[in-house]
């Protein structure tokens, strides 16, 4: 596996593989407690069932993932303050040989082993030097990582990815990407738990001997400390959801005079709205604004686009972009058949950066997945799209129509005129559920600096709502946020305000 063999290659100089607030950690010595942790795993833990590795950002989070791969098996991360429901849930769909407890919380089970920081350590320290055979590792047919996803479109979902998926992400995105092979300096925002984290572990990490600069969960939430740590690293490329590029962009410092570093900077993950663009741009005028599409199941992002002004002030919605040069997009109608330009249908997406499939899913599995006849892996995406000269365009979710007042709405066609209103800065609309029906549409708003809160704001929501969209499109309830709630892939917690609506919607 080229990664692992990069990693030894990085070994033999003095390059930093991550930086954070616990210190710095080299490729030689990620190398080395990589090696003895796998040599450990290797002679404890028979077979191939995979390892989970419960923390955060901690610099041992990567030691975790390169031994796991190292001796041959897949990695599961779990986040340190997950649930024990979810973790519980986890460990029984996944069966690991053992759970590494690297961050502040703790996974416990009667049926599988778990180790806790101090036991790792005297791991490393009693096998330090040892190193494992290179026919021990992941081999072409074995699956590297398991995604959960977050379960925001419905059940979660265990999400198998292998190594020939990660290859060839990491060798696509190394060829194709302008500007990756210029950026050694990361600011790594997304939780090793997401499958946005790929990018930086797989192709900045592995690929191209990048430093990751780790921001944990409690310095993305401290957005003052955050800044300081970006003016301290001074980073050349990071990545995050637009959600959370709201917030960062509510610091005026964060511009190209006080970070001159930084080349690339990439949003994904929900839709981008216009004037985000538009503000990173006229915050960083030379910098290399980049949309990306992709999914768990598709690992890639297998649609990218280097977004323009003239895209950032035009009266279209920012594209996904077009398809990278391995991988085919189209879409199609309810039957699958590919639908001509313009016309809008479910996106379809064939890549050899296609997972492997679900977990012991079969009839999803068979319903999501497909071969194609170029013999690639293809994924039927539920996202629906139109394409115009060669473009991509998200239009919504084939799951998320709600029917209120028995018409059918589309939540993301209420949201985009709703974000249209001059005053609104976010917004996220979710159904108010009562007897397991939809009463109703609540929104929740953040305002624009200086608007005021209260009944006029709300009728003029309302008022310039109804000029582009007929009544029962118009949220019935609007709830004003000071900001948005966001979940552990800093995307919008829809989930928490359904469940909010569901109380105060009855």
Request: glycine letters at 8%; aromatic letters at 6%.
């Amino acid at each position: 596996m080229f990664i692992l063999e990069n990693l030894k290659r990085f070994a033999q100089t003095d390059a930093l593989a991550a930086v954070g607030e616990e210190g710095e950690m080299s490729y030689r010595l990620l190398e080395d407690r990589s090696e003895a942790l796998a040599a450990y795993l290797v002679e404890t833990y028979p077979g191939k069932a995979p390892i989970v590795l419960q923390g955060d950002k901690e610099h041992d989070m990567l030691t975790g993932i390169m031994a796991a791969l190292k001796s041959g098996r897949p990695y599961v991360a779990v986040a340190d303050n997950c649930p024990e429901a979810r973790s519980r849930q986890i460990l029984e769909a996944c069966r690991p040989c053992a759970v590494l407890n690297i961050g502040k919380g703790e996974i416990k089970s009667d049926l599988f082993p778990a180790m806790d920081r101090e036991e790792i350590e005297k791991v490393v320290r009693d096998r330090s030097g040892k190193t494992v055979d290179p026919s021990n590792w992941v081999q072409p047919q074995d699956i590297v990582c398991i995604y959960f996803t977050s379960g925001s479109m419905g059940a979660p979902k265990a999400v198998l990815v292998s190594r020939r998926n990660v290859e060839i992400h990491a060798n696509a995105r190394g060829t194709v990407a302008a500007g990756d092979d210029k950026v050694r300096n990361i600011l790594n925002i997304p939780s090793y738990t997401f499958v946005a984290s790929s990018v930086n572990i797989f192709v900045r990490l592995g690929f191209f001997g990048s430093t990751l600069k780790a921001v944990d969960r409690g310095l993305a939430a401290d957005y003052g400390r955050l800044s300081e740590f970006m003016f301290k690293e001074q980073p050349e490329d990071f990545m995050c959801t637009p959600s959370f590029a709201e917030i960062l962009l509510k610091d005026p410092r964060l511009n190209s005079r006080d970070l001159p570093n930084v080349k690339v900077i990439g949003v994904g993950g929900e839709v981008v709205p216009n004037r985000i663009i538009s503000d990173i741009l006229d915050r960083f005028p030379q910098v290399q604004v980049v949309n990306g599409y992709g999914s768990t199941e598709t690992l890639s992002a297998n649609i990218r686009c280097v977004v323009t002004r003239e895209m950032a002030l035009s009266d279209k919605p920012i594209p996904l972009g077009r398809a990278a040069p391995y991988a085919q997009v189209y879409v199609t109608d309810d039957d699958g058949n590919v639908l001509p330009e313009g016309e809008t249908g479910e996106l379809v997406v064939v890549s050899g950066t296609v997972c492997e499939g679900y977990l012991n899913d079969p009839e999803r599995n068979k319903s999501s997945f497909f071969v194609a006849e170029n013999g690639m892996r293809g994924f039927r995406t539920r996202d629906l799209a139109r394409i115009e000269d060669g473009l991509v365009y998200y239009v919504g979710r084939k799951d998320n129509l709600e029917k209120v007042g028995g018409y059918r709405v589309e939540i993301e066609e209420v949201e985009r005129c709703l974000k249209k209103v001059d005053i609104v800065s976010e917004c996220a609309v979710v159904p108010a559920q009562s007897g397991g029906h939809t009463v109703m549409l609540v929104a929740y708003v953040v305002l624009r600096q200086g608007s005021p809160s209260g009944l006029s704001t709300v009728i003029k929501i309302k008022k310039d709502m109804a000029q582009t969209v007929p009544g029962y499109m118009i949220p019935q309830k609007i709830v004003f946020l000071d900001r948005m709630p966001l979940n552990a892939s800093n995307k919008i917690d829809r989930a928490l305000l359904k469940e909010r609506s569901a109380i105060t919607g009855k």
